[in-house]
C-alpha cells in the first residue's frame, strides 16, 4: 500500500513538473509578454531616475498637449486628452470641450503655452508654471489680438496600465488652476533640487562651457541643439548650495543648485533676460619694432599687428 502511494505521488510530480515546463515555455515565447528582471526590493539609482524622468516627461508633455492649440484642431487635441486622464476628470474635461467647441471653431483664436517650471511639492503634487499667449479675432482688416497670461497650474498623478495611447502608464488624477496673473513673475536664477533626483533645466541658447565643481557628487549632462538642456542629478555626498555658471558664444547665466524642504525642481527653463552679456577681451595692439617700420617706410605698405 505504500509503494503505491509513493508511486502514485511520484506520477503526480512528474506531471506537474512537465506542466508546469510547458507552461513555461509558451509564457516565454509569447510576443506580448515583457519580462522585467531586477533585484525585489532594491531598484537601482539608474532604475529611479529613469522613473522620475518619465514622470517630468509625461508632464511637460501633457501641460503642452493641454495649452497649446487652435480653432481647427481644439476639438481633436483637447478631447483625445481623456486618455492622459482619470476617468472623472477626463469626462468632465470632455463636457468642457464640448460646450466650447463651436465658440472656439468660429473665431480665429490660438493659444501657446511654454511651460517656465515644474516643481513637486514634499505632499507628492506637482506645480507648474505657465506662460500663456492668446491670439484672438485676427480678419483681413484688423490683426489679432494678444493676450498675455501666467498661470500657475497644480496636478495629482497616479499610475495606470501602459496603452498606445498612454505609454508612459499615468494619469492626471486631479488639475487645478491655483492662480493666473498678466504680469511675469521675477525670476529667481535658484534650482531646487533632490539628492538621487534628476532636474531639467533648459536654456535659450547654446551652451558652450559650464564648469563642475564636485564631479563626484553632481552629474551634469548637456544636450544641445538651438538651446541646450543641462540634466543635473546630485549625490547624496553633495553639499549645498552650489554656484554654477553657464556659457553661451554671448551670454552667461549664473545659479545656483539649493535645497528646499517644500518642493523641488523637475524643470526650469531660463529666459533671456536671466543671461548677462559676456565681456570679451579686447586684443592687444602689440608695437611693431624697428625692423617692421623700415619694410613700412621702404615698401610703402603697412603690416598687420
Known sequence: MKTKILSALLILSLVWAVSVT????????????????????????????LGEMEKMTFLRQYL???????????????????FLMAP???????????????KIQQKNFSQLGKIQSLRQTKNGAYEALVHLQTMDGATKNTSAKRNDLYVTVMLTLINSERTLENPWGLLVQSMNFANSTPQ???????VF???????????????ENIENPDEKNLSIKITTLNVSELQVSPAPGLQLPVKLNAT????????????HEEARHLFVAFPVSAGQIRKK??????????????I??????????
Do not use: H
Open 281 to 294: 577681451e579686447t586684443p592687444k595692439i602689440r608695437k611693431k619694432d624697428v625692423y617692421e617700420k623700415t
Open 193 to 207: 533640487v533632490q539628492a538621487k533626483s534628476p532636474t531639467l533645466v533648459t536654456f535659450p541658447c547654446a551652451i
Open 184 to 190: 511675469e513673475p521675477p525670476f529667481q536664477s535658484e
Open 248 to 259: 553661451c558664444k554671448d551670454s552667461e547665466f549664473a545659479f545656483e543648485l539649493k535645497a
Open 64 to 82: 503642452d498637449r493641454f495649452f497649446n492649440y487652435d480653432s481647427n484642431n481644439f476639438w481633436q487635441s483637447q478631447t483625445s486628452l481623456a
Open 22 to 49: 510547458v507552461l513555461y515555455w509558451k509564457l516565454k515565447n509569447n510576443p506580448r509578454v515583457v519580462a522585467v528582471t531586477m533585484n525585489v526590493g532594491q531598484e537601482s539609482l539608474q532604475n529611479l531616475q
Open 296 to 305: 613700412e617706410n621702404v615698401l610703402g605698405i603697412e603690416l598687420d599687428n
Open 88 to 102: 472623472a476628470l477626463g469626462e468632465e474635461r470632455v463636457r468642457e470641450v464640448s460646450r466650447l467647441r463651436a
